[in-house]
């Protein structure tokens, strides 16, 4: 694993500390298994445990792209909830799965102080849902649902690309999480929202995952129908 994982020197927006953290040669993934919500797992390590920064000094979390300079305000925000009762800890080595949910909770609780956007919020969310799916634990329920939420909102309110994702596969993605969360007829809807965009036919993939899945979400519907009708 640790031929896949080099350090990047990172300057902190929040405290100007200078940090090392882990990404991931991405050339060299072997992929186990694709899932139908866009989750990738693989052989030896999964990227997205590297995906959050968190300087050691300050606490101050955030992905990449949210890696970035940060305004007066925000640092009084972050020196009063995070700074204030943070104690040193260093994620820059190899993380472990549990170490991978810290971080992006971490990351959550900040993005949600500094009022980041709900494409912002959802991406992390799922991510956090994904990690709970690695480990077979509940708590992925919750995170999808939370995920769900913030997506639906911010595609009628924010300016793509959303969470990396363009409408088409957006559409597609709360449609896949709405059946997932046994919505079907919910899931039906986003399925066809992603169909009926022009821009589908420059989505081949996601134009078959999306077919495909709003078969499935039509039987899913048929049978809640049958046994409500038997109750």
Not at 131 to 151: D, H, M, N, P, Q
Not at 160 to 170: F, K, Q, R, T, Y
Request: a positive charge; charged letters at 30%; glycine letters at 4%.
């Amino acid at each position: 694993m640790e031929h896949l994982l080099y350090d990047k020197n990172i300057s902190c927006p929040c405290c100007n500390n200078t940090f090392t953290t882990k990404k991931v040669r991405t050339r060299g993934l072997k992929v186990i298994e694709r899932h139908s919500d866009f989750y990738v797992s693989y052989k030896e390590v999964n990227p997205i445990y590297y995906h959050v920064w968190i300087c050691p000094n300050c606490g101050f979390s955030a992905t990449e792209s949210e890696y970035v300079e940060l305004s007066k305000v925000q640092k009084d925000v972050l020196q009063k909830n995070i700074m204030a009762k943070w104690k040193q800890r260093d994620y820059g080595d190899v993380r472990t799965v549990e170490e991978a949910k810290e971080a992006y909770k971490l990351a959550l609780f900040i993005g949600q102080l500094l009022k980041k956007s709900r494409g912002y919020i959802g991406g992390l969310c799922l991510k956090l849902a994904w990690l709970y799916r690695e480990t077979g634990e509940v708590e992925e329920i919750e995170f999808l649902k939370f995920a769900l939420s913030s997506f639906e909102t911010a595609y009628q309110s924010e300016p793509l690309p959303i969470a990396g994702l363009d409408e088409v596969s957006l559409a597609y993605l709360v449609g896949e999480l709405n059946r997932k969360l046994h919505k079907p007829q919910e899931a039906v809807k986003w399925y066809a929202k992603a169909l009926d965009n022009p821009d589908i036919k420059k989505k081949r993939q996601i134009q078959l995952m999306a077919r495909e899945q709003w078969q499935v979400a039509r039987q899913e519907g048929r049978v809640e129908k049958e046994v409500k009708a038997n109750a």
